[in-house]
């Protein structure tokens, strides 16, 4: 049995959803683990962040979340997840101008060495999706 047999609602649901703001690439790629602890946490991501929390859409907007996720994983210096959640609130209609503000609105209440690596991790992603000159190094 896998985690994504349909067996769990939560689990189907948030899969919809993550594909929707992460894409079916990257949800694809990830959702084809290959042990059963790697399913386990799959199921779980999907059941209880996408399934349950981002699933929530009648208290916060998915662009709201976005922007809260953005916030956190850059003071929590999380780079890969940054990166993911800064593309998948592009997906959910923040602007560029928007996801910087968020960044630097962290940096006096994290730190600014998380601020400087938010900015350096947004700045590649920023630029591909606009064309445009974002810092990418403080």
Do not use: C
């Amino acid at each position: 049995m896998t985690e994504f047999d349909g067996a769990d609602p939560r689990v189907t649901r948030g899969q919809s959803v993550r594909r929707a703001v992460l894409g079916d690439d990257y949800v694809t790629s990830v959702s084809a683990p290959q042990t059963e602890a790697r399913a386990a946490l799959q199921a779980l991501v999907a059941g209880a962040a996408w399934g349950t929390v981002w699933a929530r859409d009648d208290k916060l907007s998915r662009r709201d979340r976005s922007l809260i996720n953005v916030a956190l994983l850059a003071a929590l210096n999380r780079p890969h997840e940054l990166g993911l959640h800064i593309s998948g609130a592009l997906n959910n209609g923040l602007s560029p101008a928007e996801i910087e503000e968020a960044l630097l609105h962290i940096g006096p209440y994290a730190g600014l060495p998380a601020a400087i690596d938010g900015f350096r991790v947004a700045g590649p992603i920023l630029d591909e999706h606009e064309g445009g000159q974002h810092a990418s190094e403080a």
